[in-house]
């Protein structure tokens, strides 16, 4: 998945061992990925690596004293550790380990490590006996007890001559779970309203107009915002799903009662997902009786519902951040673009549903409705990104990925 994630503050701190020169590479995948890298070095560190590498590397000072008298306020271990979204140690010495899992803190490394509130990754890397000996293990264990998430290591060869467990993860992979944790809390703190599923118009006491919404993607979204860390309320037309256990549900069925629950609440929420399939009109009559065929043809008169989308984009106070879906036949570019702007949307996420598969993106056996796949094309003011074919799960973690990211640029 390719994310970029600007502006997250990664503190990467380097303890003494040879592999110290693979995170120069980690400091420069990292700034590819739009991160912003500070670098600490223990002084074993400093043996193996020079501190002109990584400042060049990461365009910033270097740090190794935990009591600069250079510093103004002698304090640099508080104000790296505050200024950090991540701590990552790598490579994670058996003995800057040893320390952080007792509490020590006699460098600035595993000063940092106590002084930090943010999530800390450790990339161990040592060799195999010392790896093996019941005391590391020990410390590893108590680290991950404190919330510590190790990565690595791999078995192979190491540098000491000896093969076995004990080499330090390569930097694209400690990069690829660093972007995925900073990715992965993307919406703490924040509140989404997601609208899923069809709607039923009655039309009598037995017959209703509906469409074939399974409402998969509106709960794959609610899975994925609770697990950014959002706390989600999902208001649901009727499917076959369980909801998550932690969302707080509204069921509905019709659009009148979906648009009462969403216009109600969006107030409260940061951003609204309409990933409801709304039926556009309801029969004006609700007949009280069952409809007798009588009539070789008959005739439904039909009346507009809310567009519950627009609606909640249009508010003038407390409007949520609103992203709108689009089902299309044809022309999916232009219809999308167009509801973009006309139901004022911040983003609109459109995929191919019906016949027409002129398009790469549409594959009638794969995606769109009831489907457990989908691809979507999703839309911004001032750009767009193609997500590809996949499960409705992993589409719906890349949309709210995506959604995080252009919030926090909004708000900058
Ligand atoms: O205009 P169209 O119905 O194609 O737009 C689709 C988007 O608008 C979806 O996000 C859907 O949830 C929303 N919508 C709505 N109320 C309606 C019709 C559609 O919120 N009455």
Redesign the pocket.
Known sequence: MDIIINNKHILLAVSGGIAAYKSAELVRLLRKQGATVRVVMTHSALQFVGMLTFQALSGNPVHTELLDVDEENAMEHITLARWADVLIIAPATANTMAKCSHGLADNLVSTLYLAATCPVFMAPAMNQAMWNKPVTQENIQRLIGHGVTMIGPEPGEQACGETGMGRMSEPAEICRLLLAESTSQCLKGLSVLI?AGPTREPLDPVRYLTNRSSGKMGYALAKAALKAGAKVTLVSGPVSLTPPEQADVFKIET?EQ??EV?ITKAVEHDIY????????YRPVFLETHKIKKSLEQTTLTLQK????????AMLSSNRPFT??????THDLER?AQD?LIK?NLDM?AANWVGQDSSNALHNESLGGFDSDQNALQVFWNEGQKSLAMTDKNNLAEQLIGLIAERMELKSK
């Open positions: 609208s659009a979906m648009y969403v997902i309409g990933a409801a399939a709304v039926a556009d519902n809310h567009d519950i989308l627009a609606d909640v992203v709108g879906f689009a089902a299309e219809y509801k139901k609109i």
